[in-house]
């Protein structure tokens, strides 16, 4: 059973930094493919903020060009997302996915709030 566990979010002011992590364990085949954050809002659906491939290209949101920047460690199962100059609208639960072998998995979540 792949896991998939996010870490990282909190509390942060305007302007402020967080650095959200995801690992991938119990899996006994290659790394993900690929892997993205997305970030959901209450009655709102699941939107992707940035996504790294396998050949360590990555795709970003318009809101999240400039500010967040997204990565992965050289095994290829853990990858970070460095989020910058934080906005209000920035605010949700942010969930990792992790492709393998055609499958999405989903960790649980992990919330950032971005208030003064």
């Known amino acids: 059973q792949v896991e998939v566990v996010e870490s990282g979010g909190g509390l942060v002011q305007p302007g402020g930094s967080l650095r959200l992590s995801c690992a991938v364990s119990?899996?006994?085949?290659?790394?993900?493919?690929?892997m993205g954050w997305y970030r959901q809002t209450p009655g709102d659906q699941r939107e992707l903020v940035a996504a790294?491939?396998?050949?360590?290209?990555?795709e970003y949101s318009d809101s999240a060009k400039g500010r967040f920047s997204i990565s992965r460690d050289n095994a290829g199962n853990t990858m970070y997302l460095q989020m910058n100059n934080l906005r209000p609208e920035d605010s949700g639960v942010y969930y990792c996915?992790?492709?393998?072998?055609?499958?999405?998995?989903w960790g649980q979540g992990t919330q950032v709030s971005v208030s003064s």
């Open positions: 996915s992790a492709q393998i072998r055609g499958h999405k998995y």
């Open positions: 119990r899996t006994i085949y290659s790394p993900p493919t690929v």
């Open positions: 790294v491939f396998g050949g360590r290209n990555t």
